[in-house]
Structure formats: structure tokens, C-alpha cells
């Protein structure tokens, strides 16, 4: 038992000091990317909507503006419509030549949606909230900075796991060792903090690090999933579904055949075709999903003719399926509504205590060490 808490202690100690830094970062920066969108309108003002329109604008006449306006941008765009009355419009266009050396920097556009005006126009990563966001999920490393990131996270739910084993009290003890009290004394104190942190943030800390690790590691994941439930392939859909120089139907017919599949479901985004003739993708929000900014109910319609080429319904989901539809809203507490991201926003700065309070009962135990030891040698020398 002893050989078994020694090893664990160790466990616990050189993952916090060695990666705590790193459960800090993705904890802070997570904390401000729940309200990221909130955040960037308080940054910038021009992009908040101070008139709602009556009605939004239809997504073909969002489209004819974005076209108006970049006419040399003939590749696709998605247009995402808003979250609320007083939010804008979004657009993004996925291939900008500016940005052409970087994995992802998409242009992207906020507009007013009573008079289609951008009121705002930038790359993706060249503004403080997106930065961040690669920052969280990349380290500003690519693909290698989310791998990176995938494996911080298991090690701070193997880091969690093994502090609660360590703290684990006796049965006649735990009522007692739950009680959210702080002694006295600069070492007593720092211990409580450490201890109550960890425990009463376990269960949303356990859930941030395994979503926050799936997310980042999404192959892996599907593989691990796919093992212990049937996941549904990713329909593998072609391009150059336009011959040249023939018309493609419009957003609003692709829109309303999405919405016939599923009548009353709230129009999300939609993804044009671009030149190559790729499919039209149109995602839609049915109540009970667990994200409405990304829902999973999906649609994808000929640009050419209006057929359906695949469709893809939560509702029908097996439990993989609806494991991995969960893991981006709970990661960011969306799932739980406003409540869920107060919870997750607060839950991202308790790495920052634990550690900080970590460091401090490890000074303190050295210190200790170093005490006993001293009047060790002092005891031996008298003799």
C-alpha cells in the first residue's frame, strides 16, 4: 500500500511540475474562448448589430452580396447566420491567396444584417481572439501543437485522478474531509486550497481534459470509439458537380430542400459550392442537439440539379455517434446552456490554483525536509 501512495505521489508530482504550466495555459485560455464571440464584439464595436432587421436577409442575397463585394474570391464560403437578434452575420472564405502558407487562416467577414455592409474583414489568427484560440488548440504548432495538446490533457486526467487517489480519506472521514473549510496557518491553508480545489472541481475538470484531449486528438478518438460502437463514415462526396458555364441552383432552393428533410429546423450554416462544384452543405438545428452554433444535422444537395446527395440525422445516432456529437459542447459547457459556460468559464482557472498551490506545498515539504534534517545533524553532532 505504502509502495503503491509513494508511486502515485510521484506520478502526481512531476506531471504537475513538469506540465502544470501547460494545464495553466489551456485553462486560462480556455476560460476566455466560452465567451470568445461576446468577447470579440466587446473588442470591436463596429461589428455589433445596434438595429436588428425584422427579418434576416435571405442566404442567396447574403451570397450576391459576398460576391458582389469579392467577385475574385470564386472559391466557397460559408455563411453562418446569426445567434441572436443583436449579432452579426458571419462569412468566411476558406482559401485566401493572402494566407495561402499557413494550415488554416480563412478570411473571415462579420455584416450587418439589415444592410449587408462588412463590418468587419480579417484573417483568421491576425486578431487577439483567434489567435488565442490557436494557441489553446495548437500551441501556434499545427498539427504537431494539437498532438501536443491532446497528450497535456490526458496527462492532466491522469494527474487529477491520481491527487484524488492520494486524498481519498477513510469512510468515517470523508463527510468531514469535504467540508469546504480552510484552517489556519499559511501551510494548513495552502493545503486546503489544493485539496478542495481538486475535489470539488473534479468532476468538470475530468470532463474539460477527456472532451479538450478527444477534440484535439479527433482520429485517434474515432478509432478508440469506433472500437466499442458503430460510427457512420463520412460521406465521401465529389466535386465538380457544375459543368462549366451551367447555373447552379440557388442557396434559398438548397435551403428550403434541407429544410423539407427536416421541416422546423432551425437554419444554421450554409457552405456554397465555390467554382470546383462542390456540394452545397447545409447545416441545420434541431431541438435536443447539444450545440447550436454546430449542430450535427447536416444536408448535402447537388449544386446542379437539387438532389440530395447525403443526409445526416443526430436523431438516429448509435452512442458513439452521440459521444462524439457531445464532446465540442461540453468542452466549451454549451451543452448545459448559459449555466454550462459560467461553469466551464470558471472550471478553466482552477489548473492556475492547483498549480500555484501545488508549487507552494512542495516548497513547503522540501523546507520541511531540509528542517528535520538539519536538526538531525545537529542531534548526531551533540552526541
Not at 252 to 267: C, K, M, N, S, W
Amino acid at each position: 500500500m505504502r509502495r503503491a501512495r509513494r508511486f502515485w505521489l510521484a506520478v502526481h508530482l512531476y506531471l504537475g511540475l513538469a506540465l502544470g504550466g501547460g494545464f495553466v495555459l489551456l485553462g486560462l485560455t480556455g476560460s476566455v474562448l466560452v465567451f470568445y464571440l461576446d468577447l470579440d464584439s466587446l473588442l470591436n464595436p463596429a461589428i455589433r448589430v445596434g438595429h436588428p432587421p425584422a427579418a434576416l436577409p435571405s442566404p442567396e442575397a447574403v451570397f450576391g452580396q459576398l460576391r458582389a463585394l469579392y467577385p475574385a474570391r470564386d472559391g466557397p464560403w460559408r455563411i453562418e447566420m446569426p445567434l441572436a437578434a443583436d449579432a452579426p452575420l458571419m462569412a468566411r472564405y476558406y482559401t485566401p491567396p493572402e494566407t495561402a502558407g499557413r494550415s488554416f487562416a480563412p478570411l473571415m467577414l462579420t455584416l450587418d444584417p439589415g444592410s449587408l455592409a462588412v463590418t468587419s474583414e480579417r484573417f483568421w489568427g491576425d486578431y487577439a481572439l483567434t489567435w488565442l484560440f490557436d494557441l489553446h488548440y495548437t500551441l501556434l504548432l499545427d498539427k504537431p501543437g494539437r498532438t501536443a495538446v491532446g497528450i497535456v490533457g490526458l496527462a492532466m486526467l491522469v494527474s487529477l485522478l491520481s491527487g484524488l487517489c492520494l486524498w481519498w480519506p477513510s469512510p468515517a472521514r470523508l463527510l468531514a474531509a469535504l467540508r469546504p473549510v480552510l484552517r489556519s496557518g499559511g501551510v494548513r491553508k495552502t493545503y486546503d486550497m489544493h485539496v478542495l480545489g481538486g475535489v470539488y472541481g473534479m468532476g468538470v475538470l475530468v470532463v474539460l481534459a477527456l472532451t479538450g484531449s478527444a477534440l484535439a486528438l479527433p482520429d485517434t478518438t474515432r478509432e478508440l470509439v469506433g472500437r466499442l460502437s458503430d460510427l457512420r463514415e463520412r460521406p465521401a462526396l465529389a466535386s465538380g458537380l457544375i459543368a462549366d458555364g451551367a447555373p447552379a441552383i440557388s442557396l434559398d432552393a438548397a435551403v428550403h430542400i434541407a429544410q423539407t428533410r427536416f421541416p422546423g429546423a432551425e437554419l444554421r450554416w450554409i457552405e456554397t459550392p465555390g467554382a470546383a462544384g462542390r456540394p452545397m452543405a447545409i447545416r441545420l438545428y434541431q431541438p435536443g442537439e447539444p450545440g447550436r452554433r454546430f449542430p450535427r444535422t447536416q444536408v448535402w444537395v447537388d449544386p446542379a440539379s437539387g438532389g440530395v446527395l447525403a443526409v445526416h440525422d443526430p436523431v438516429g445516432n448509435t452512442g458513439g455517434e452521440t459521444f462524439m456529437d457531445w464532446l465540442h459542447p461540453l468542452h466549451n459547457g454549451e451543452a448545459l446552456g448559459p449555466v454550462g459556460r459560467w461553469v466551464a468559464c470558471l472550471a478553466g482557472l482552477l489548473p492556475g490554483l492547483l498549480f500555484v498551490t501545488g508549487c507552494l506545498r512542495w516548497c513547503h515539504k522540501r523546507r520541511a525536509r531540509r528542517a528535520t534534517a538539519s536538526r538531525r545533524v545537529t542531534s548526531s553532532g551533540r552526541i
